[in-house]
């Protein structure tokens, strides 16, 4: 009797023992209350996504932001930066590529900004597109410009050379004017020198300019034209003066040599002007030398083309006569390329035969 009777009342202390612990729901648990003749649940661990303190009847969920992954949690993680928690019970999600997070506690991660990039997951932040290349897409690396293109930095595309300027590398931060002597039609490519025949004074320029008329260019890449020289023609603007023949002339920017006047003549090559026949002297070839003025002619003037006859009584016995000689009284020119004959008998000049004596 005494036996079953110390049995009961260690049962009941086991009770009343258990009854004060079931009273204490610990931190990560919920008790839910009895209700009437009910006896009270508890305690049970909290569900992912979920936390409490100690003696809570219920469970409360993470705060936008927070995650937990484990059952009984009496606090949340906050969502780490280069993440996002869009849910409460799963791990963080590391940021997609091009995007990024730089701050804690985020249920979203931002896109990257128009010119930049980051090809890893899981950023805090995004890279600047550098100069000489593009970003059309923030989660891949930047993309060199092509020759022809350049770029600053923050570019979603690179921009043609302008009119003028070349580029032949990739990934260009600028482009190259087109220096003096040369023309750019095509960006890509290097400059091309001016033709013979043209030149271009001005950098920048994508045609070259044709020698204007008296001018010549004999080479490739000319930043001007040459002003064709005295003494030589410039008919072709692509090769070099060539030299005035003989019985021609030229002055400074000629395009073509002048053949000297009647009367004139040179035979040197190369010359600045003609020379005038001489007196005595006639010049029917201009390319010739003067030639004199033959026996029974002559000429006291300048410019000549050929001589004039002695007249009648008149004579010249040598070449290269200004004028001719009247016959003097006494003598007799029957021919205009001799000497006067004797002939005493003549009394007067300019006799062509000679007379009997008629003063007998």
Not at 22 to 51: K, L, M, Q, V, W
Not at 127 to 137: F, H, I, L
Not at 156 to 181: E, M
Request: contains cysteine; negative net charge.
């Amino acid at each position: 009797m005494n036996t079953i009777c110390l049995l009961l009342f260690i049962a009941g202390l086991v009770k009343a023992n258990s009854i004060v612990e079931d009273n204490y729901c610990p931190p990560g648990f919920y008790c839910e209350p009895a209700f009437g003749n009910s006896r009270a649940i508890g305690p049970r661990p909290c569900p992912p996504g979920t936390y409490s303190n100690a003696g809570a009847s219920s469970c409360t969920s993470c705060s936008a932001g927070y995650y937990n992954t484990k059952q009984g949690s009496s606090f949340c993680d906050v969502c780490p930066a280069g993440h996002y928690c869009e849910a409460a019970d799963v791990p963080p999600v590391g940021c997609a590529k091009g995007t990024y997070n730089d701050r804690i506690g985020q249920t979203a991660c931002q896109p990257c900004g128009a010119g930049d990039y980051t090809p890893n997951g899981g950023s805090t932040m995004c890279e600047v597109c550098p100069s000489g290349s593009y970003c059309a897409d923030s989660a891949e690396l930047p993309v060199p410009c092509e020759p022809g293109t350049y770029s600053n930095f923050k570019q979603v595309s690179c921009t043609a050379c302008p009119t003028g300027y070349y580029q032949t590398n990739n990934g260009s931060a600028y482009c190259d004017i087109c220096s003096p002597g040369h023309f750019c039609t095509v960006p890509s490519d290097p400059p091309v020198p001016c033709p013979p025949g043209t030149a271009n004074r001005y950098a920048g320029q994508i045609t070259c300019a044709v020698c204007a008329s008296g001018n010549y260019s004999d080479r490739y890449g000319a930043s001007s034209c040459d002003v064709c020289l005295s003494g030589s023609s410039c008919l072709d603007a692509s090769i070099s003066p060539k030299l005035c023949a003989p019985g021609t002339f030229s002055q400074s920017g000629q395009i073509e040599c002048t053949q000297c006047s009647p009367g004139y003549q040179t035979t040197r090559t190369g010359s600045t002007y003609c020379d005038i026949c001489g007196p005595g002297r006639y010049c029917d070839n201009p390319a010739g030398l003067q030639v004199y003025c033959p026996p029974g002619t002559a000429t006291d003037k300048l410019g000549q083309v050929e001589c004039t006859l002695c007249p009648p009584g008149t004579y010249t016995e040598k070449p290269g006569a200004a004028y001719c000689i009247i016959c003097p009284p006494g003598w007799t020119c029957d021919d205009t390329r001799s000497a006067p004959r004797s002939c005493p008998t003549n009394p007067l000049p300019r006799q062509v035969t000679c007379l009997g004596n008629s003063f007998g």
